[in-house]
């Protein structure tokens, strides 16, 4: 089966809607926690130590990754697509602010008493930050500062602060804080894939995703999902296995031994291509077999600039 993917979600502030369920079961909260020590569910409990300790590009700990990615602004609208994604929220419930404080009006939902329907994140940048890295930040300055608490059964409600002034605001489900979490953890890497996807939707092609259980790879992991991007007569496979040291791809496979086995309609009459991905340009070569194609980090920046003919490009034997 096939998951067809056709548009880009995009956060870019235009849909935002406030809180405005206007429920009538609206819950008091008080952010002082009581009783202290607070007793807090197992995910929680997971989610606290992920964000003081795990979460990448954390200067302060000693337990933590550098995620370059992370910190690159020129990616940073696809990554927060990819990452909000398990908040499972939508653009009308995501607020970012380029610069400054959360004004009164934008507040007002969240004091003294709130809805436990909607989830709503409102963050504001700090100079240098992306907007992934702004938003883990904050989170974790809600819990270091103890400046947040648990209402209903599920729900999160914290705040930052700076100089005074209100920085963030998370109004979230503990659940979906842990998945965003657990995500930045496990699958940094998975990142790529994402970034290729997102360019390629911006190319207005689509994306393909196949789980390869049924299908029959020699060396290839189970769990591995094949992704496509298919447009204009060409599927392109998005292959982000980094290359191994000495510049050799390990597990490579002509995609015409795969091909055959797609019964889907998708797959027809078009021309394939794998699509590999480099660190940097040392490492890329340019023509592993006919069908195979190879991009460097660099290209990669230079496509979120705009530079979609390197698609067009890599198609020309
Ligand atoms: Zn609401």
Redesign the pocket.
Known sequence: MSILVDHVTLYDNQEFKN???G?QEKMVYKIKHQPQPLSLPDKMIKTIEMLLWYTPNNASSVQTFNNEYLDNKIFEDAIITYYLRYFKISPEDFYFLEDGSINQVLLA?YMGS??N??Q?IIVTRRRGETKITSIIKHLRNCLAHGNFNLFGNEDFIGFDKYKGNYTAVF?IKISKMYSFCKQLIDEPDFTISQLFQYIFLKMKYSICSLPTGGYNFTNKKEEEELVFAVGNGYAFRINCSRYTRGGYIKKFEEIEEYVPDLEDDFFKDVQYYNLFYCENEQEKIRKLSASASVISKNGLEDLFKGRYELISNLRID
Request: charged share 25%; proline share 9%.
């Open positions: 809180c405005m369920c429920c939902p709130i809805c329907r909607c709503k109004k």
